[in-house]
C-alpha cells in the first residue's frame, strides 16, 4: 500500500521556508495524523537531524536528543552531565559543519529548558529548523516563517492508501479510521473484511491498543470516560439520562461531557429548526466509536474461540449506517455554500435517529437541504421516499426546503422517475465513490 499521499500544497510550503531568511516553522499536527512521515519526506533531499521527544523525564529527552547528534555524525558526545545549553552548543558546530534540516518532533513532550535553548538557536538564522508539535506553540514566544496545520486526509486522498481495494472498501476503511494516516496503513489487506481481522481482531489487534490509549489519556477517570463513551455507543447521547444511568449527579456529568468534548472524543449535535435545544451528544472520533459499538464487550470477542469478520459483521453494518451520515455531511460541505449544517429530531427520540439539515446559500437564497442517508444492501425504492418525506413534513422554522436522499447502493427506478417529478436530489455511488476530478 501507498505509505505517504497529498500534502503537496504543505511541502511547498516547507520549500518556501527553506528560501527564506528566517528559516524556522512549525508543524501543528493531531497525534496520528502523519507529521513524522510528512516532515521526512520533505528531509528525503537534505541531511537531517531528527530528534523525537516522548512523553517522559527531561533526562529522557536530553538522551533523545544526544542520540540523534551521535547517530548523525556517526560520534560519541563524551559528557556525564547534559544541559540543552550544552548539547545546543554542539549542534551549532554539527549544523556549521553539514548544514542539516534540524527537526524536533513532539515538541509538546519537550521541558521548558528545551524552549528557551531552541529560541536562542533559531535566532542564529542560519539554518533550517522544524518542530513538529500539538497546541503548544504559543510557548515558544518566537515568530515562525510558517506554521503548517495538518488536516486529516480527505476520502479522495486516504483511498489512494488502499490501491488495491475496491472503491467500497476503501469508503468503508475511511468509516472506520478516518483521515488518520497511521491507522490507514495499519489496515493494510487488500480488503475491509481483512484489514478489519488484522487491525481487530488479530494476534496483535494494533488499533484495540490504540483506542485503548486513547481512553486512558483522557482527563476523564477511564472507567467513566468508557461507561460514558459506551453509552454514547448504545443510543445514550442525552446528559440527564447518562447521569442516571451511571450514578452520578448532573453537575459532575456536565464536567465530563465538556473534557470529552475538548479531547475531541464527543461532540454535541447542533440542533436546526426546530430540534429540541436541550443537549445532545455523540461520539465524534470515529476509530472510538468502532470499537465501542463492535468490539468492547462484544461477548462474541470475549467467549469464542478464534473469532472472525463474520462475527462481528452484523455490528459492523449498524456502526457503517451510522458514520454514514458524517460521511454524506462532508459531501454537502464540499459540493454547497453551507451557511449552517446540523441535526434535527423528535423530542425524546433515539438518539441515533436525528435527520441531517444543512442550510445553504443559491443565487443568493437560503436553502434547507433535508438529507436522509442509506448505507445498506439493495436499491431505495419509493416506500423510503414516502417515509423519508412524511419526516420532512414535521421539519420547520427553517427556509425552503429540499430533499436530498443518499444511498450508497442506488435508488430504483421508479423512484428515480418520483424523484425527477419532485425535485429531490439523489446522490448515488457514483457520486459518494468518485475520486476528485474524475
Known amino acids: 500500500m501507498a505509505s505517504f499521499v497529498g500534502r503537496q500544497e504543505e511541502l511547498r510550503r516547507l520549500d518556501r521556508v527553506l528560501e527564506s531568511e528566517r528559516k524556522i516553522c512549525y508543524v501543528e499536527a493531531e497525534p496520528r495524523m502523519g507529521a513524522t512521515t510528512f516532515v521526512r519526506r520533505f528531509c528525503d533531499k537534505s541531511k537531517c537531524i531528527h530528534t523525537t521527544f516522548r512523553e ?60 528557551s535553548q531552541v529560541r536562542w538557536f533559531s535566532e542564529q538564522r542560519e539554518h533550517m529548523v522544524i518542530l513538529i508539535g500539538h497546541n503548544d506553540r504559543e510557548r515558544f514566544g518566537m515568530t515562525f516563517s510558517d506554521v503548517i496545520e495538518l488536516e486529516p486526509l480527505s476520502f479522495e486522498e486516504s483511498r489512494l492508501m488502499h490501491p488495491k481495494m475496491s472503491p467500497m472498501d476503501a469508503l468503508r476503511t ?10 490507514h496503513s495499519l489496515m493494510n489487506k487488500s480488503d475491509f473484511e481483512s484489514s478489519v481481522e488484522k487491525a481487530f481482531l488479530g494476534n496483535y489487534p494494533k488499533l484495540c491498543t490504540e483506542c485503548e490509549l486513547i481512553l486512558r489519556r483522557s482527563s476523564v477517570p477511564y472507567p467513566m470516560c468508557c461507561a460514558i463513551l459506551s ?20 453537575q459532575l456529568c456536565d464536567i465530563y461531557l465538556k473534557k470529552l468534548t475538548e479531547e475531541d472524543l464527543i461532540c454535541r449535535l447542533n440542533p436546526v429548526g426546530n430540534a429540541p435545544r436541550k443537549p445532545v451528544y455523540i461520539i465524534k472520533n470515529p476509530l ?5 459499538m463492535v468490539i468492547r464487550g462484544n461477548p462474541v470477542l470475549e467467549f469464542g474461540d478464534r473469532p472472525g469478520y463474520e462475527d462481528i459483521e452484523h455490528y459492523v453494518d449498524m456502526f457503517m449506517e451510522l458514520r454514514f451520515r458524517d460521511i454524506c455531511e462532508e459531501y454537502l460541505l464540499r459540493h454547497h455554500d453551507c451557511v449552517n449544517i446540523g441535526r434535527w429530531w423528535i423530542k425524546e427520540e433515539n ?5 441531517m439539515l444543512a442550510i445553504v446559500k443559491e443565487d443568493e437564497q437560503e436553502v434547507c437541504l433535508v438529507a436522509d442517508c442509506k448505507f445498506r444492501g439493495g436499491k431505495i425504492d419509493n416506500g423510503a421516499l414516502k417515509a423519508f418525506s412524511a419526516r420532512a413534513e414535521l421539519i420547520s422554522e427553517v427556509p425552503d426546503k429540499r430533499l436530498v436522499m443518499f444511498s450508497i447502493s442506488g435508488f430504483e427506478d421508479k423512484l428515480q422517475k418520483k424523484a425527477r417529478n ?3 436530489i439523489l446522490v448515488g455511488p457514483a457520486e459518494l465513490l468518485q475520486l476528485s476530478g474524475q
Do not use: W
Not at 174 to 183: E, H, L
Not at 288 to 292: D, H, R
Not at 351 to 355: A, E, L, N, R, S
Open 422 to 424: 419532485e425535485g429531490v
Open 174 to 183: 475511511y468509516m472506520v479510521v478516518g483521515g488518520s494516516p497511521a491507522y
Open 351 to 355: 438518539t441515533f435517529k436525528p435527520t
Open 231 to 250: 453509552d454514547m455507543a448504545n443510543s445514550m447521547g442525552r446528559p440527564v439520562d447518562i447521569a442516571q444511568t451511571e450514578g452520578i449527579s448532573r
Open 288 to 292: 472510538v466509536a468502532f470499537y465501542l
Open 56 to 115: 517522559g523525564t527531561e533526562r529522557e529527552c536530553l538522551r533523545s536528543f544526544r542520540n540523534a547528534m551521535e547517530d548523525f555524525t556517526g560520534e560519541p558526545i563524551e559528557s556525564e552531565d547534559l544541559d540543552f545549553a550544552y548539547l545546543f552548543q554542539i549542534l551549532t558546530g554539527i549544523a556549521r559543519e553539514y548544514d542539516p534540516v534540524i527537526v524536533f518532533d513532539g515538541t509538546h513532550n519537550a521541558p521548558d529548558s528545551f524552549v
